[in-house]
Structure formats: C-alpha cells, structure tokens
T-cell receptor, first 114, second 113 residues
C-alpha cells in the first residue's frame, strides 16, 4: 500500500477561521512533509518532519502551524489566513533519504480563503 | 540555490508517438531525482526514482535517464496513449536525510486520439 490520505479534499475558510488539514500514511515511513502548490506552479516545500520532530521549516509564516501527533499522522493547523494562501496543500511521506528516498504524495486539500 | 527547468512547457502529440521530456538542474549535488505525473487538480503520482549513482530507470513504457554531471534528466515515453495526458514534473532531492524536493515547472502533455 503506497497511499497517503489527506482530508478534507476541499476547504473554504474565512480569514478569521481556524481549521486543520490532516494527513495519514500507513507505510511505516518516518519522514513526512507539507508542500504548497499555487495554481499552474510547481509544489514548494513548507515543512519536514523526521521521526515525529520538525526538522525543516522553509520560512513559513506562523499562521501555518504543523503538528505530528505520531509517526502515521501529520496535521497542518491554519489560523488567520489570507486570500493569497489559497492553494493546493500536498502531504508527502518517505522512508528516508538515499535509496529509501522515494516520496509518495496524497491527493491534496484544495484550500480557498475568502 | 537549486533551479530546475523543464522543456518543453507544453507538448501536444498524436497517439502512438514516442516522446522525450527534458529536465535540467543547476546544482549537480543531488541525492536522487524523481519523475511525477499530476492530473488536473490532483496530487502527484510517483513514476520513477533515479538515485544519483544510477544512469537509468525503466518502468513499463517509461524510461528515465540521469546525467548528474551535466545536470540533465530525460523521461522517455514510448507509444504514447491519450491516458498519458497530464502534467509531468521532475524533482531533485537536495537532502540525504530526508526528501527535500525542488520541482521543475512541469511539462503539460496532451496525447490526441
């Protein structure tokens, strides 16, 4: 099973709302990632979790708050977002780097901020 | 800073043609390179992963090559089908401990019946 599951598939939120995106994988992968993809652009890395600890934050604004409750789950908490934050948010996982470095992506959450 | 470029940005071919998608990167210090497929509004599907020490990987009608020293990779699709229509993305991994991918802008492929 090479599946990464993201919920919800679509989300519309106001600028004062608080919401969360969820990601789950059961491949035993120890690294999980959040990417952001704007329309007609390639994905850009936001956060990297390795062994449930945040290892990389690509200078993401604090209105995005990641959380890794356990090795299978990854959340992205959203608060006070702006309309320009509207994008496809992709979660990915991998066993690690080197020969184990193949990344598997979920179907994404389409976020619209109004 | 690593930059990844894909040429062409868009490609339209008749069914049955063999085609080549190109990917170039500016920093040859990569750990691996991965090719993905993305359908409109969907996530990414992994097609092939090439380690930095490898020259080639094959999966079915797909063949990917890597010339790390010159900063180039190609994805060869044999006998294209309408179902191959999608955006193809290459991504280089700049971290050996994890998977920090830098993506190219993609090639939008349309295969006409």
């Amino acid at each position: 099973d090479t599946e990464v599951t993201q919920t919800p598939k679509h989300l519309v939120m106001g600028m004062t709302n608080k919401k969360s995106l969820k990601c789950e994988q059961h491949m035993g992968h120890r690294a999980m990632y959040w990417y952001k993809q704007k329309a007609k652009k390639p994905p850009e890395l936001m956060f990297v979790y390795s062994y449930e600890k945040l290892s990389i934050n690509e200078s993401v604004p604090s209105r995005f708050s990641p959380e890794c409750p356990n090795s299978s789950l990854l959340n992205l908490h959203l608060h006070a977002l702006q309309p320009e934050d509207s994008a496809l948010y992709l979660c990915a996982s991998s066993q690690g780097g080197g020969r184990r470095g193949e990344a598997f992506f979920g179907q994404g959450t389409r976020l619209t901020v109004v | 800073k690593q930059e990844v470029t894909q040429i062409p940005a868009a490609l339209s071919v008749p069914e049955g043609e063999n085609l080549v998608l190109n990917c170039s990167f500016t920093d040859s210090a990569i750990y691996n390179l991965q090719w993905f497929r993305q359908d409109p509004g969907k996530g990414l599907t992994s097609l092939l992963l090439i380690q930095s020490s490898q020259r080639e990987q094959t999966s079915g009608r797909l063949n990917a090559s890597l010339d790390k020293s010159s900063g180039r990779s190609t994805l060869y699709i044999a006998a294209s089908q309408p179902g191959d229509s999608a955006t193809y993305l290459c991504a280089v991994n700049r971290n050996n401990a994890g998977n920090m991918l830098t993506f190219g802008g993609g090639t939008r492929l349309m295969v006409k019946p």
